[in-house]
């Protein structure tokens, strides 16, 4: 089975901290994505890596950073915690399989609050 | 831009009744997935449809697929309490991507 685990299930921050989300995928899996649920709004794309070293912006990166520096690991990182990033972040790998992709693997998510 | 629009957002069923969400998404896709999120759990994958007129089953759901139309249904037959849940469709764009519907909370009540 695969495996995508996350850090933490909840983490409480302060305004102006530096957060690190870590997410790690047992699947030698090529693709991994970092997203954020809020109510109504359904998951939105922060970044995601195709590869080592790799990363693209997604749909909703402004305030955000990520690292991918080993294949299993992709971490997500908040330069400067504010309250408008208060949010569950859900963490996802996938193999590549052509341009069309393929099924992602959620990991349990982590309730991120910024207070 | 890939646009992804589910219907209804909020469903209530009574048991043992029918019911299809609609998922109508804005550009070409070459494949959908459909996945289910219970309350305070990730999301797991249901069904991915890979063709133009592509049909999965699973139990009292089935998903289908419209390319040409840019739809997929996800039909509930004779609701039980277990289906309650977040329901997502995510039509897949480049690199693996996918896009997300708003998702669909559906509660199924006796």
């Known amino acids: 089975d695969v495996k995508v685990t996350q850090s933490s299930r909840y983490l409480v921050k302060r305004t102006g901290e530096k957060v690190f989300l870590e997410c790690v995928q047992d699947m030698d899996h090529e693709n991994m994505f970092w997203y954020r649920q809020d109510p109504g709004l359904g998951l939105r794309l922060i970044y995601f890596s195709y590869d080592v070293k790799m990363k693209e912006k997604g749909d909703i990166p402004e305030g955000y950073s990520v690292s991918r520096e080993k294949k299993e690991r992709f971490s997500l990182i908040l330069e400067s915690a504010s309250t408008n990033q208060t949010s569950m972040y859900l963490c996802?790998?996938?193999?590549?399989?052509?341009?069309?992709?393929?099924?992602?693997?959620f990991g349990p998510g982590t309730r991120l609050t910024v207070l | 831009e890939l646009k992804v629009e589910q219907n209804p957002l909020f469903l209530s069923m009574q048991e043992g009744k029918n019911y299809t969400i609609y998922c109508n998404y804005s550009?070409?896709?070459?494949?959908l997935y459909w996945y289910r999120q219970d309350p305070g759990k990730s999301l797991e994958s249901l069904f991915v449809?890979?063709?133009?007129?592509a049909v999965k089953q699973e139990g009292r759901l089935m998903a289908s697929l419209d390319t040409k139309a840019r739809l997929s249904t996800l039909h509930i037959t004779a609701a039980v309490h277990d289906l309650s849940a977040t329901y997502f469709c995510?039509?897949?764009?480049?690199?693996?991507?996918?896009?997300f519907g708003q998702g669909t909370i559906l509660t199924v009540h006796p």
């Open positions: 449809l890979l063709s133009n007129g």
């Open positions: 995510a039509p897949s764009t480049s690199y693996g991507k996918l896009t």
């Open positions: 996802a790998s996938s193999y590549i399989e052509g341009t069309g992709g393929n099924e992602q693997f």
């Open positions: 550009t070409t896709s070459d494949r």
